[in-house]
């Protein structure tokens, strides 16, 4: 269910319980990633409204993103971390375009935000910088990365920890007291971390 902020925010005369004469009629674009689900007709209904997310979010723009998901990070209280390092929406590789994530999609975001920010007071307090963390099917695969990547759950993130090398961050992530949960990457100019055991996948990974 969207937060209710996000329904006020679009639909300040709708909440459960109440009748909405004409909502079909809404013309607000920011309204894509919202659907109704019921069989009876909109204006009839006088009972309990039921929402689902929808994967609609290519229709989401930037300013959109930067406004909808910086209103749930500061609901959680992050601050170490903003939208457009989640997802640049509207980054380009050739001719296609990053789209947002289906907003379900950030409670994986969450997962590896707990993960980055354990990472950020490790040691040596220092920023957490993000190479690449959403990134859609059709833009994955224009970049070559694999068809199942952790990335395209919001759940992965190449990273760089300011005055580490690589492998320095991959071994601050190894102690981490969830990391048999994790897969690891190291690569020459980045660490990838992903949460791949906390949302169904098989863990550990490493390479």
């Known amino acids: 269910m969207p937060p209710t902020h996000y329904l006020e925010r679009f639909l300040p005369d709708c909440s459960p319980g109440r009748l909405v004469p004409g909502l079909l009629n809404i013309s607000d674009p920011r309204l894509g990633p919202l659907q109704r689900e019921s069989e009876m007709p909109l204006n009839s209904l006088v009972g ?15 300013s959109d993103w930067i406004e909808v998901c910086g ?23 050739g001719d296609t375009i990053l789209q947002a994530p289906d907003l379900k999609l950030l409670e994986n975001a969450v997962k590896l935000i707990d993960i980055l920010s354990w990472l950020r007071e490790e040691e ?12 859609d099917p059709d833009y994955n695969q224009v970049i070559g990365g694999v068809g199942t990547s952790m990335h395209i759950t919001c759940g992965a993130a190449d990273v760089v920890k300011v005055g580490y090398s690589p492998n320095q961050v991959a071994d601050m992530l190894e102690r981490h007291p969830q990391s048999h949960l994790f897969g690891i990457g190291r690569y020459n100019t980045f660490t990838h971390i992903d949460v791949r055991g906390m949302v169904g996948r098989p863990a550990p990974a490493r390479w």
């Open 48 to 62: 309990p409204i039921s929402w689902t997310m929808t994967r609609s979010s290519e229709r989401m723009t930037r």
């Open 124 to 135: 040596v307090t220092a920023p957490v910088l993000v190479n690449s963390w959403y990134r």
């Open 71 to 93: 209103d749930r990070l500061r609901e959680l209280g992050i601050t170490n971390f903003t939208p457009l390092e989640i997802c640049d929406v509207g980054r380009t590789s």
